[in-house]
């Protein structure tokens, strides 16, 4: 991915080195389209999950049990001492600038699409922290939470160590895979600003768990279409280079459940998948890079 010398945004907040917690591209006229909403219809009167789902495919597939961090409750290896911990990164470091470029080109994009439909998009502050950090309504993470987006604060959580664990854990390295989480978890914020997410919210106690988990996977699928329309938005600003697409897709796919839960467990429980099949997250970042338009990422209609 071409982003050096590129505009940062400035909804980064680093906390990294803080302990126990609390703590531009222009051009293009961006796709013209109508935004996916939330509705009311669907299993159970709605579609509707709580924070589960939004933070919880990092957290199993690092081994940790989600309702632990949802409950705000620690999560594993919080109590590490801190000799064992490296030390934080400084501020102007490689990968924190190519956090803040990928943020700046999400805002353009959905800063365009958010007036084409008449709206203001009111954009996400990105925390990086490290060891350990609290998120007001979402409880307390530590590095192996992983990245997610919480709904109640509308801002994203992420430990930039996670990227070495993409890389060695997932088989999923690259520039543009790290790109793809960030703006996988952007797209989650525009399902708050849209109302998707709270109707799910809402909804949650009406569903069933397996109802619950159908519609998760809808939620994470859109999730990564938008990621997709993102992924063209830059090829636009001439950010992609050789490779960059494949390397989104592979990480789309080695982030599916079912990829996951074989890799974990040996086989696997598709009534209980949250986030989508591998082929199915690679088809819908697919889908959005290759039309380029938030109205084709309506998941919530038909077959996925």
């Known amino acids: 991915m071409k982003w050096r010398g590129r505009k940062r945004s400035s909804n980064i907040e680093d906390r990294r080195g803080q302990r126990g917690g609390g703590f531009g591209g222009s051009g293009g006229t961006g796709p013209r389209l109508r935004m996916p909403r939330g509705r009311s219809a669907g299993p159970g009167g709605a579609g509707g999950l709580a924070l589960v789902v939004i933070i919880v495919v990092v957290s199993v597939a690092l081994g940790v049990d989600p309702m632990q961090f949802l409950s705000g409750g620690g999560t594993p290896g919080s109590s590490e001492p801190q000799s064992q911990r490296s030390a934080a990164p400084a ?29 203001v998009y009111d954009p996400p502050t990105v925390i990086l922290y490290s060891e350990r950090t609290s998120a007001a309504g979402c409880g307390v993470a530590n590095a192996s939470t992983g990245p997610f987006y919480c709904p109640a604060d509308q801002n994203i959580y992420i430990d930039l160590t996670f990227y070495e664990t993409l890389r060695a854990r997932f088989g999923a390295p690259g520039d543009f895979a790290q790109a793809y989480v960030l703006a996988h978890e952007v797209g989650h914020h525009v399902q708050q600003l849209t109302g998707v997410l709270p109707e799910f919210n809402a909804a949650r106690p009406r569903l069933s768990r397996e109802e619950a988990n159908q519609w998760s996977v809808r939620v994470e699928l859109q999730a990564d279409c938008y990621a997709g329309v993102w992924a063209n938005y830059a090829g636009q600003e001439d950010l992609l280079e050789r490779g960059d697409i494949e390397e989104a897709l592979n990480a789309a796919s080695q982030i599916g459940d079912d990829t996951l839960q074989k890799n974990m467990q040996g086989f696997a429980v598709p009534k209980t998948f949250t986030h989508g099949t591998s082929e199915q997250r690679k088809r819908w970042f697919e889908r959005g890079f290759a039309q380029g338009r938030v109205d084709q990422c309506d998941t919530f209609e038909g077959a996925i």
Do not use: P
């Open 91 to 119: 501020a102007n470091d490689d990968l924190t600038q190519f956090v803040g470029v990928v943020i700046q080109e999400t805002e353009d994009l959905w800063g365009d699409v958010f007036a084409q439909n008449g709206l």
